[in-house]
């Protein structure tokens, strides 16, 4: 059974930064945590859930989505076994439920085809 749990949400005022943190209980008989790609996506209220960045099991690719470029970084940390999202100069549109997703595969995901889920943490983003 896999488990996600996110950190590092919260309010911040725009233009401010934080850094969310995602560790994983991924291990099987076959996989580790290293073995998985993962991303990150939001959902804000009344909106559908949409990738911000995701990235390859050995974090050597990584995929924004064009409107997610420039101020968000996904990196994973495979020996500390934690997937990290960099936000930098939020806005109140940032504003909205931000979760980690694992997917049992090497290359880069660039859909919402994950397959284990968190339960998100809030960001919000004050104006």
């Known amino acids: 059974q896999a488990l996600l749990e996110e950190s590092g949400g919260g309010l911040v005022q725009a233009g401010g930064s934080l850094r969310l943190s995602c560790t994983g209980s991924?291990?099987?008989?076959?996989?580790?945590?290293?073995?998985?790609?993962m991303g990150w996506f939001r959902q804000a209220p009344g909106k559908e859930r949409e990738l911000v960045a995701s990235i390859s099991w050995n974090g050597r690719e990584t995929y924004y989505p064009e409107s997610m470029k420039g101020r968000f970084t996904i990196s994973k940390d495979n020996a500390e076994e934690k997937l990290y999202l960099q936000m930098d100069i939020l806005k109140p549109e940032d504003t909205a439920v931000y979760y980690c997703a694992a997917k049992k595969a090497t290359l880069v995901v660039t859909t919402t085809n994950f397959d284990y889920w968190g339960q998100g943490t809030q960001v919000t983003v004050s104006s």
């Open positions: 991924l291990h099987t008989s076959q996989r580790t945590f290293s073995s998985y790609s």
